[in-house]
């Protein structure tokens, strides 16, 4: 059971029992592979838990060694490649999958519950989740949501990775680099997106205005008609532009905007709102 | 700034703060792990200092006598190494401040200091106080007057100190409450099936749901349409109560068209939401005045409060020099009116007695200078 969910989800943490040591040419070529397939969007087969693997953190660290922008990147894509795959799943391995994220995790009142600080790493918006005595409530849909963006959160995670490779790596590196995309930015044919002003949106706006700048594209987005997975696409590039400023504008809070404004899909879009807002001139 | 700019007046100042640091122990968590600040003219003069035990502390207090004093929320491998990032990080308490009062309210503002505003305070720290722990189930919350406008409240559990930047801000907005609590699923601007918190929702939602039940249930036709159903709309309302009542249970809340909820919504966020200041949750290398410690803009001592007890904390718990007496004599810089330490109308460069903790008060706040030490001396 353990080597057939690593093989289908090679980011759960027992995986590094599956890496093991060295790496051929072998290994480089089918983590360029592995990369390059999920650029350019073309389905992956799962193989088994140590190729996979293998592919995952091979790719992780030739994309960071290039770019932090490209590891990112790379994690919003494969995570909803994942998510999708735990859409399909029972929830015995749902839960499973999700313990490993959320160690506190249990089945409560028809749902799950996990303790307020695992839900602090990598849960959702917190003002709207169901908070009492330090515990967490949410149904099986809410842990799909969480699930996706914390599996993102764990594959763009770069505190471990180093961006200096040894030699063989650092040449796939440079193969690899031919794969993929030059410019990320989601090209959606909506009135709205399509407009210069949320382009320049798009491109990212300074501190103390990004709260506003995912708003706008978020009510864009719904007036456009985007899905709200596409949404998501919107708005990752949006969370990646922006600067960090003196704390960074997080994909939880460009997801939590995204949540709302599709929860209220009958919100106004106003260019004056956004000339209020400094956003554009 | 500098706090209190007068030579004698500082010195004055100074000299009470050491024989009060004589007679009394601070203590300090983790003392060994954490950088402390110091000033005598303004909060933090310089920085970077350590300190391996609470006796040390304690000396060092005894022969400086800081009018500031802060220390680290931060812990450290080396917390006096210099630049930060020789300190070697090792996880930081969680801290919320609260120095003025979430909303505006109607009041005669003193710009000295505002007992008013003071209450408030309180009050909003009482509502962090639940938050903290009904809420986020956090153990061992140690609150402290901050000795000036407001409370500070530590969590110095080891799982708390490795909360990212990201999950603090979390908890931030969590005490000031979701900016909405509906979901609408409406059509040509009427609501088909609007769905909010039900009867099992936890959190905010609860909370929100046990308030607007609560309104309906006791409501009048005069006061849902003071709420905004007008007419008949109300009529028909107050009429099927009982079957709004059961849908609300059950998260739905169609009978009302959305606005009318969000308005019963804003009100009880606004009564409910507590702002505190971000900045000090968010920054974990924060300074923040040690507990215990006098203040230096008041000469006042930031006291720690049980949890508990924080509803009978008043002011006077916090002065530590003698409120009685008048035995010192001070030069109001200002004609000044105040209700704490003590109640008092000075007129500007008219000479005139006070009790020590009120010139200590006004000396500190900048307000007056010392002509005439205490009597007996």
Redesign the interface.
């Known amino acids: 059971m353990e080597q057939k969910l690593i093989a289908k989800y090679p980011f759960l943490s027992f995986s590094k029992d599956f890496v093991g040591e060295g790496v051929s040419e072998t290994d480089l070529k089918d983590a360029i592979t592995f990369a390059s397939e999920c650029f350019q969007h073309d389905e992956h087969i799962a193989r088994d838990a140590a190729r996979e693997s293998k592919n995952l953190l091979l790719s992780r660290l030739m994309l960071y060694s290039m770019s932090a922008n490209f590891l990112r990147k790379f994690a919003f894509f494969k995570a909803r490649e994942y998510a999708r795959g735990l859409e399909k799943e029972n929830e015995k391995v749902l839960f499973e999958v999700a313990k490993d994220f959320f160690p506190s995790l249990e089945n409560a009142d028809g749902g799950f519950k996990v303790s307020l600080i695992d839900y602090l790493q990598y849960g959702r918006s917190l003002p709207q989740a169901n908070v009492s005595k330090g515990m967490v409530f949410f149904i099986g849909d809410d842990l799909r949501a969480c699930l996706r963006e914390a599996i993102q959160e764990r594959i763009s995670d770069s505190e471990k990775l180093s961006a200096k490779l040894p030699e063989n790596i650092a040449a796939a590196a440079l193969r690899l680099k031919e794969f993929i995309p030059r410019d990320f930015t989601p090209q959606f044919k909506g009135k709205l997106l399509q407009r210069s002003e949320l382009q320049n949106i798009l491109k990212g706006v300074g501190e103390g205005k990004r709260y506003y700048g995912s708003m706008a594209l978020a009510i864009a987005c719904v007036k456009d008609g985007l899905t709200r997975e596409e949404a998501g696409d919107v708005m990752n590039s949006y969370v990646t532009n922006c600067p960090k400023g003196a704390h960074p504008f997080t994909p939880r809070e460009g997801e939590a905007v995204l949540d709302w404004v599709y929860a209220h899909p009958t919100i106004g879009f106003s260019f004056n709102v956004l000339k209020s807002q400094g956003l554009v001139d | 700034m500098l706090a209190v700019e007068h030579a004698e007046s500082l010195a004055f100042v100074q000299e009470k703060f050491s024989v009060f640091y004589a007679n009394h122990d601070l203590s300090v968590p983790d003392v060994h792990r954490r950088e402390f600040g110091f000033g005598l003219h303004k909060k933090i003069d310089f920085r970077h200092k350590a300190f391996r035990t609470n006796a040390e502390l304690n000396a060092y207090f005894r022969q400086n006598a800081p009018l500031f004093a802060s220390y680290s929320t931060a812990l450290y491998e080396f917390p006096d190494a210099r630049p930060m990032e020789k300190k070697v990080f090792m996880g930081s308490d969680l801290v919320f401040d609260i120095d003025k009062p979430t909303r505006d309210f109607a009041h005669e503002h003193n710009e000295i200091f505002c007992v008013e505003c003071f209450g408030r305070v309180k009050k909003d720290s009482m509502k962090i106080v639940d938050y903290l722990q009904?809420?986020?189930?956090?153990k061992g919350v140690a609150v402290n007057f901050s000795g000036n406008k407001g409370f500070h409240f530590h969590l110095r559990s080891q799982?708390?100190r490795g909360?990212?930047?990201?999950?603090r801000?979390?908890?931030t907005?969590?005490l000031?409450?979701?900016?909405?609590i509906f979901?609408?699923g409406?059509e040509k601007?009427r609501d088909t099936d609007l769905r909010g918190p039900s009867e099992?929702?936890?959190?905010?939602?609860?909370k929100f749901f046990d308030y607007a039940f609560a309104f309906i249930e006791l409501a009048s036709v005069g006061e849902l349409k003071e709420k905004g159903l007008r007419g008949r709309n109300a009529e028909e309302f107050f009429l099927r109560k009982k079957g709004v009542l059961e849908l609300m249970r059950e998260g739905k809340w169609r009978f009302a068209p959305k606005k009318f909820w969000d308005a019963i919504y804003a009100e009880f966020k606004n009564e409910n939401g507590v702002g505190v200041d971000a900045h000090v949750t968010?920054d974990l290398a924060r300074l923040i005045r040690i507990p215990g410690s006098l203040h230096g803009e008041t000469g006042l001592a930031a006291r720690v409060v049980e949890p508990g007890r924080l509803p009978e904390f008043a002011l006077r718990d916090a002065v530590v020099f003698s409120a009685g007496e008048k035995t010192i004599n001070v030069l109001p810089q200002i004609d000044i009116a105040l209700d704490f330490p003590e109640r008092l109308f000075l007129k500007k460069n008219e000479p005139c007695e006070v009790s020590l903790a009120s010139g200590l008060f006004l000396m500190c706040k900048g307000k007056a200078t010392l002509l005439l030490r205490e009597k007996n001396w």
């Open positions: 009904d809420d986020f189930g956090f799982e708390i909360l990212s930047q990201d999950s801000r979390q908890l907005e969590y000031t409450g979701p900016e909405s979901i609408a409406e601007g099992k929702t936890r959190g905010w939602g609860k968010l």
